[in-house]
Protein backbone atom coordinates (compact mmCIF):
# COMPACT_ATOMS: atom_id res chain seq x y z
CA UNK A 1 0.00 0.00 0.00
CA UNK A 2 1.11 3.52 -0.48
CA UNK A 3 2.37 5.72 1.81
CA UNK A 4 1.24 9.22 2.55
CA UNK A 5 2.59 12.24 4.12
CA UNK A 6 0.60 14.99 5.85
CA UNK A 7 2.04 17.83 8.11
CA UNK A 8 1.79 17.14 11.61
CA UNK A 9 -0.38 20.27 12.51
CA UNK A 10 -2.05 23.44 10.70
CA UNK A 11 -4.40 26.29 12.21
CA UNK A 12 -7.22 28.18 10.55
CA UNK A 13 -9.12 31.15 11.11
CA UNK A 14 -13.05 30.28 11.58
CA UNK A 15 -14.68 31.42 8.03
CA UNK A 16 -11.34 31.23 6.43
CA UNK A 17 -11.03 27.94 3.39
CA UNK A 18 -8.92 24.89 4.98
CA UNK A 19 -6.65 23.36 2.83
CA UNK A 20 -5.57 20.23 4.35
CA UNK A 21 -2.37 18.78 1.80
CA UNK A 22 -1.36 14.82 1.28
CA UNK A 23 1.42 14.07 -0.19
CA UNK A 24 1.29 10.17 -1.77
CA UNK A 25 4.10 9.76 -4.31
CA UNK A 26 3.94 6.17 -4.30
CA UNK A 27 0.35 5.48 -4.98
CA UNK A 28 -0.57 2.85 -8.08
CA UNK A 29 -3.14 3.52 -10.56
CA UNK A 30 -6.00 1.28 -8.88
CA UNK A 31 -5.84 3.32 -5.92
CA UNK A 32 -8.15 5.50 -4.28
CA UNK A 33 -7.34 8.66 -1.75
CA UNK A 34 -9.66 8.73 1.25
CA UNK A 35 -10.22 11.13 3.61
CA UNK A 36 -11.23 10.63 7.15
CA UNK A 37 -11.26 12.76 10.26
CA UNK A 38 -11.74 12.12 13.95
CA UNK A 39 -12.81 14.78 16.41
CA UNK A 40 -11.58 14.56 20.12
CA UNK A 41 -11.31 10.61 19.95
CA UNK A 42 -14.44 10.07 18.77
CA UNK A 43 -14.72 7.46 15.68
CA UNK A 44 -13.40 8.44 12.52
CA UNK A 45 -15.78 9.83 10.10
CA UNK A 46 -15.59 9.43 6.70
CA UNK A 47 -15.51 12.74 4.37
CA UNK A 48 -14.49 12.26 0.63
CA UNK A 49 -12.75 9.72 -1.32
CA UNK A 50 -11.57 9.79 -5.34
CA UNK A 51 -9.76 8.62 -7.78
CA UNK A 52 -8.09 11.04 -10.17
CA UNK A 53 -10.95 13.83 -10.81
CA UNK A 54 -11.47 16.23 -8.24
CA UNK A 55 -14.90 15.32 -6.28
CA UNK A 56 -16.83 17.46 -4.12
CA UNK A 57 -19.30 16.87 -1.63
CA UNK A 58 -21.71 18.60 1.11
CA UNK A 59 -18.45 18.23 3.30
CA UNK A 60 -15.44 19.26 1.65
CA UNK A 61 -14.06 18.98 -1.56
CA UNK A 62 -10.76 17.08 -2.87
CA UNK A 63 -8.24 18.47 -5.58
CA UNK A 64 -5.68 15.54 -6.81
CA UNK A 65 -3.06 16.20 -8.66
CA UNK A 66 -2.96 15.39 -12.45
CA UNK A 67 0.05 13.07 -11.53
CA UNK A 68 -1.71 11.95 -8.45
CA UNK A 69 1.41 12.08 -6.30
CA UNK A 70 -0.27 14.76 -4.33
CA UNK A 71 -4.09 16.20 -3.07
CA UNK A 72 -5.71 18.55 -0.79
CA UNK A 73 -9.06 18.63 1.10
CA UNK A 74 -10.58 22.10 0.99
CA UNK A 75 -13.30 22.69 3.99
CA UNK A 76 -14.38 25.53 2.27
CA UNK A 77 -16.14 27.74 5.59
CA UNK A 78 -14.17 26.11 8.62
CA UNK A 79 -16.08 25.88 11.50
CA UNK A 80 -15.34 25.56 15.40
CA UNK A 81 -16.34 22.14 14.87
CA UNK A 82 -14.02 21.15 12.43
CA UNK A 83 -11.56 21.25 14.91
CA UNK A 84 -10.19 17.72 14.31
CA UNK A 85 -7.08 15.46 13.18
CA UNK A 86 -7.57 14.64 9.56
CA UNK A 87 -5.89 11.30 7.68
CA UNK A 88 -5.42 11.16 4.68
CA UNK A 89 -5.14 7.49 3.28
CA UNK A 90 -4.90 5.43 0.06
CA UNK A 91 -6.08 2.37 -0.81
CA UNK A 92 -7.37 0.08 -3.40
CA UNK A 93 -11.02 -1.32 -3.88
CA UNK A 94 -10.70 -4.82 -4.68
CA UNK A 95 -13.23 -8.03 -5.07
CA UNK A 96 -10.77 -9.86 -2.76
CA UNK A 97 -9.59 -9.81 0.41
CA UNK A 98 -9.62 -7.68 3.59
CA UNK A 99 -10.39 -4.27 2.72
CA UNK A 100 -8.76 -2.49 5.58
CA UNK A 101 -7.78 1.42 6.14
CA UNK A 102 -4.54 2.32 7.04
CA UNK A 103 -4.36 5.18 9.50
CA UNK A 104 -1.46 7.00 9.50
CA UNK A 105 -1.27 9.93 12.35
CA UNK A 106 -2.84 12.48 10.16
CA UNK A 107 -2.56 16.21 10.45
CA UNK A 108 -4.66 18.21 13.54
CA UNK A 109 -6.39 20.77 12.27
CA UNK A 110 -7.26 23.85 14.99
CA UNK A 111 -9.85 26.44 13.69
CA UNK A 112 -9.17 29.52 15.35
CA UNK A 113 -12.07 31.66 16.27
CA UNK B 1 -30.67 5.91 12.70
CA UNK B 2 -27.44 4.37 10.90
CA UNK B 3 -25.06 3.71 13.29
CA UNK B 4 -22.51 1.37 14.63
CA UNK B 5 -22.73 1.00 18.79
CA UNK B 6 -20.55 -0.48 21.45
CA UNK B 7 -20.40 -0.96 24.65
CA UNK B 8 -18.97 -0.43 26.98
CA UNK B 9 -18.22 3.03 26.72
CA UNK B 10 -15.47 2.93 29.29
CA UNK B 11 -13.68 -0.04 31.20
CA UNK B 12 -11.30 -0.33 33.53
CA UNK B 13 -10.46 -3.90 34.49
CA UNK B 14 -7.60 -6.25 35.84
CA UNK B 15 -4.95 -8.14 34.45
CA UNK B 16 -6.74 -11.73 33.44
CA UNK B 17 -10.31 -11.00 34.05
CA UNK B 18 -12.05 -11.93 30.92
CA UNK B 19 -14.00 -9.07 29.37
CA UNK B 20 -16.05 -8.64 25.84
CA UNK B 21 -16.50 -5.67 24.08
CA UNK B 22 -19.62 -5.82 21.88
CA UNK B 23 -20.50 -4.03 18.61
CA UNK B 24 -23.79 -3.76 16.82
CA UNK B 25 -24.44 -1.57 13.15
CA UNK B 26 -28.17 -1.64 12.26
CA UNK B 27 -27.52 -1.02 8.24
CA UNK B 28 -27.21 -5.00 7.19
CA UNK B 29 -23.62 -4.64 6.65
CA UNK B 30 -21.57 -7.22 5.49
CA UNK B 31 -17.79 -6.47 6.51
CA UNK B 32 -16.93 -6.13 10.08
CA UNK B 33 -13.64 -4.99 11.52
CA UNK B 34 -12.22 -4.22 14.82
CA UNK B 35 -9.24 -1.30 15.68
CA UNK B 36 -6.99 -0.27 18.19
CA UNK B 37 -5.45 3.06 18.59
CA UNK B 38 -2.35 4.02 20.37
CA UNK B 39 -0.56 7.35 20.52
CA UNK B 40 1.79 7.52 17.62
CA UNK B 41 0.59 4.27 15.89
CA UNK B 42 -2.70 5.26 14.74
CA UNK B 43 -5.24 3.05 13.83
CA UNK B 44 -4.54 -0.71 13.97
CA UNK B 45 -6.55 -3.32 12.59
CA UNK B 46 -7.17 -6.51 14.93
CA UNK B 47 -10.14 -8.74 13.35
CA UNK B 48 -12.04 -8.57 10.46
CA UNK B 49 -14.91 -10.60 9.12
CA UNK B 50 -16.26 -10.30 6.13
CA UNK B 51 -19.83 -12.07 6.72
CA UNK B 52 -21.60 -14.59 9.33
CA UNK B 53 -19.17 -17.04 10.40
CA UNK B 54 -16.36 -15.39 8.19
CA UNK B 55 -13.71 -14.03 10.24
CA UNK B 56 -9.87 -13.67 9.95
CA UNK B 57 -6.90 -11.95 11.20
CA UNK B 58 -5.49 -7.86 10.91
CA UNK B 59 -2.23 -6.71 11.66
CA UNK B 60 -2.33 -7.16 15.73
CA UNK B 61 -4.53 -10.19 16.63
CA UNK B 62 -2.91 -11.52 19.86
CA UNK B 63 -4.67 -11.74 22.79
CA UNK B 64 -7.91 -11.06 21.06
CA UNK B 65 -10.72 -13.53 19.73
CA UNK B 66 -14.03 -12.53 17.42
CA UNK B 67 -17.10 -13.78 16.64
CA UNK B 68 -19.66 -13.24 13.97
CA UNK B 69 -22.99 -15.43 14.46
CA UNK B 70 -25.41 -12.73 13.48
CA UNK B 71 -24.71 -10.06 10.69
CA UNK B 72 -25.30 -7.40 12.99
CA UNK B 73 -22.80 -8.36 16.10
CA UNK B 74 -19.49 -8.49 16.05
CA UNK B 75 -18.01 -8.65 19.51
CA UNK B 76 -14.86 -8.38 20.74
CA UNK B 77 -13.28 -10.79 23.64
CA UNK B 78 -10.25 -10.28 25.58
CA UNK B 79 -10.01 -13.92 27.18
CA UNK B 80 -7.31 -12.96 29.50
CA UNK B 81 -6.29 -9.13 29.02
CA UNK B 82 -2.99 -7.81 29.69
CA UNK B 83 -1.74 -4.10 30.78
CA UNK B 84 -0.52 -3.95 27.10
CA UNK B 85 -4.23 -4.38 25.90
CA UNK B 86 -5.11 -0.84 27.33
CA UNK B 87 -6.44 0.91 24.54
CA UNK B 88 -8.90 2.94 22.41
CA UNK B 89 -11.15 0.62 20.14
CA UNK B 90 -13.11 1.14 17.61
CA UNK B 91 -15.43 -1.03 15.98
CA UNK B 92 -16.25 -0.13 12.00
CA UNK B 93 -18.58 -1.81 9.34
CA UNK B 94 -19.18 -1.19 5.44
CA UNK B 95 -21.76 -2.47 3.34
CA UNK B 96 -19.32 -5.10 1.39
CA UNK B 97 -15.61 -5.41 0.68
CA UNK B 98 -16.08 -2.94 -2.26
CA UNK B 99 -17.92 0.20 -0.58
CA UNK B 100 -15.93 3.12 -0.27
CA UNK B 101 -17.27 4.04 3.31
CA UNK B 102 -16.68 2.70 6.92
CA UNK B 103 -18.67 3.79 9.54
CA UNK B 104 -17.28 3.49 12.82
CA UNK B 105 -18.18 3.28 16.20
CA UNK B 106 -18.09 5.94 19.11
CA UNK B 107 -15.16 3.71 20.73
CA UNK B 108 -14.50 2.12 24.00
CA UNK B 109 -11.61 3.44 26.21
CA UNK B 110 -10.29 0.23 28.15
CA UNK B 111 -7.91 -0.07 30.84
CA UNK B 112 -6.00 -2.71 32.06
CA UNK B 113 -4.75 -2.92 35.62
Known amino acids: DAKTTQPTSMDCAEGRAANLPCNHSTISGNEYVYWYRQIHSQGPQYIIH???NNETNEMASLIITEDRKSSTLILPHATLRDTAVYYCIVDRISNFGNEKLTFGTGTRLTIIP | EAQVTQNPRYLITVTGKKLTVTCSQNMNHEYMSWYRQDPGLGLRQIYY???????DKGDVPEGYKVSRKEKRNFPLILESPSPNQTSLYFCASRRDRVSDTQYFGPGTRLTVL
Open chain 2, 49 to 55: SMNVEVT
Open chain 1, 50 to 52: GLK
